[in-house]
């Protein structure tokens, strides 16, 4: 079946430091990339959807400036959490939709929890 | 307002009980609805989709358009089965592709 990982599982960082996660399709192509935020006890709130080549669509209430997204390939997009706070803290996951899939499914990566100390 | 309502966050049933999993949406269009379940320390990942019609792991879930809920179902509950659900919807998204609308979740817990 597809494969969706993310790199690192989890990061410690200082507060105002940059984080980088990675998303990459392993063994698909993916048009198109979602990113995630997954508060404790919560459901999944969709940050932003990004297209392979073109500039992300961000959700309302999220900083596009604050979480930058990167799709520069079919396999890969990038989120980059900028001068993080403790605030920023949680679970960010990403999916993937495969090109020519079939319906609307996307597979999930396994999550990277990130910690701004 | 696009919405998906999960009621219970948590339910807790007996090995071999059945089990049902409320799912309610609020959507104008045709809508198309998902049950993505999380064991522990794992990924997210797809166990049913309305219209597959199909029954994966013994369960079931069957659209309602009057009731406008998409319920979980399985008549007989298996310890492994303890996970967290999810129940969402796709609507068209500015990006043109789809988004989903997830529920809150509710955790589901068999008990031996």
């Known amino acids: 079946g597809a494969v969706v990982s993310q790199h690192p599982s989890r990061v410690i960082c200082k507060s105002g430091t940059s984080v980088k996660i990675e998303c990459r399709s392993l063994d698909f192509q993916a048009t198109t990339m979602f990113w995630y935020r997954q508060f404790p006890k919560k459901s999944l709130m969709l940050m932003a959807t990004?297209?392979?080549?073109?500039?992300?669509?961000?959700e309302q209430g999220v900083e596009k400036d604050k979480f930058l997204i990167n799709h520069a390939s079919l396999t890969l997009s990038t989120l980059t959490v900028t001068s993080a706070h403790p605030e920023d803290s949680s679970f960010y996951i990403c999916?993937?939709?495969?090109?020519?899939?079939?319906?609307?499914?996307?597979?999930f990566g396994p999550g990277t929890r990130l910690t701004v100390l | 307002a696009q919405r998906v309502t999960q009621p219970e966050k948590l339910l807790s049933v007996f090995k071999g009980a059945p089990v049902e999993l409320k799912c309610n949406y609020s959507?104008?269009?045709?809508?198309?609805l998902f049950w993505y379940v999380q064991y522990s320390r794992q990924r997210l990942q797809l166990l049913l989709r309305?219209?597959s019609r199909e029954s994966i792991k013994g369960f079931t879930a069957d659209l309602n358009k009057g009731e406008t809920s998409f319920h979980l179902k399985k008549p007989f509950a298996q310890e492994e089965d303890s996970a967290m659900y999810y129940c969402?919807?796709?609507?068209?998204?500015?990006?043109?592709?789809?988004?989903?609308?997830f529920g809150t979740g509710t955790r589901l817990k068999v008990l031996a």
């Open positions: 999916s993937a939709r495969e090109a020519g899939g079939f319906g609307n499914e996307q597979f």
């Open positions: 990004s297209n392979e080549g073109s500039k992300a669509t961000y």
């Open positions: 959507y104008s269009g045709s809508p198309e």
């Open positions: 969402a919807l796709i609507t068209p998204h500015a990006s043109g592709t789809y988004k989903y609308i």
């Open positions: 309305h219209i």
